[in-house]
């Protein structure tokens, strides 16, 4: 299951090495629903978004940034 925790990871993976090159990269998963939801809702709270009075919704795409690096979580299609 992805995590906050391997989002970090990875990013600072990605960022650590010289022979990647950074500029407009985005990496892309696709996550079955439980876990794109479930992750969905832990950056959420992660980020602290529900302490300015915003309610949880859940987002079909989520993206993150960390640095250079750009994440972008989809639900993978099981019907394909």
Do not use: C, P
């Not at 990013?11 to 500029?23: D, L, R, W, Y």
């Amino acid at each position: 299951m992805m995590t906050y925790e391997n989002i970090i990871e990875i990013a600072s993976e990605v960022a650590n090495n010289e022979k990647i090159i950074k500029s407009n990269l985005t990496l892309v998963y696709e996550l079955d629903e439980t876990n794109h939801r479930k992750l969905d809702e832990s950056l959420f709270y992660k980020t602290k978004q529900h302490e300015s009075g915003i309610k949880f919704e859940h987002q079909e795409v989520i993206e993150v940034s960390i640095g250079d690096v750009n994440f972008k979580f989809i639900k993978k299609n099981l019907e394909n």
